[in-house]
């Protein structure tokens, strides 16, 4: 892994340099600029939520976060946002240090993960166990789909629900 590491921290600890360079390079690839970034970061992202993050030296070269949610105050899921890994620094391995923690961490919570990407991501995703989640309703998007990881079909809570919820969320980017 060279001189890189990785940070898992919630963003109640995160320093306002760390999340300057988040949102610098999360411009590098979403088409919003840094300034942009910073203020749908401000808006949308919650006290409670775990960002994973990759420093080489002083600069961070692969993020990841993860947004939970609760009901009745009770944790139940975790949505993956983001992972992103900086242009210079990409197949070094540093997306598996970011997909083997967020399981870790889903997995530790007993709760299951949820993510909605495009379809030619699966295969990415499928590598880490998670699995692509066969719904009827509720994708608008033909080149978009969820999928899951540890997640038991006998959930109280629908798909579409979940979908409903997310939206609610703020969308990233
Ligand atoms: C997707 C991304 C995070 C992968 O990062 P990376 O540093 O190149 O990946 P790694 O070197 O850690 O590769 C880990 C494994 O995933 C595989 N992999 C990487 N990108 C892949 C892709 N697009 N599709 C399928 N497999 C992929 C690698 O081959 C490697 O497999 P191996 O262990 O069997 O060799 C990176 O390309 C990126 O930041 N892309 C832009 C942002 C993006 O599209 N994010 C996904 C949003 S849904």
């Not at 690839?29 to 002083?58: C, G, R, T």
């Not at 166990?129 to 629908?158: C, D, G």
């Amino acid at each position: 892994m060279s001189s890189a590491k990785l940070l898992t921290v919630k963003t109640k600890k995160l320093k306002k340099n760390i999340i300057d360079k988040i949102c610098h390079l999360k411009s590098q690839h979403y088409k919003y600029n840094p300034k942009q970034q910073k203020i749908w970061f401000k808006k949308n992202v919650k006290d409670s939520y775990v960002h994973n993050i990759i420093m080489s030296k002083q600069k961070v070269v692969g993020y990841n976060c993860l947004r939970d949610f609760y009901i009745k105050k009770k944790l139940f899921f975790y949505l993956f946002d983001t992972i992103l890994i900086d242009n210079h620094f990409r197949k070094h391995g540093y997306s598996k240090l970011l997909m083997n923690k967020s399981n870790q961490i889903i997995k530790k919570k007993k709760v299951f993960g949820f993510l909605i990407c495009n379809k030619n991501m699966q295969k990415f995703y499928k590598k880490f166990q998670w699995k692509v989640l066969k719904s009827k309703n509720s994708i608008k998007s033909k080149k978009k789909i969820y999928m899951t990881y540890l997640f038991k079909n006998k959930t109280i809570f629908e798909v579409k629900n979940i979908y409903s919820v997310i939206e609610k969320l703020g969308n990233d980017k």
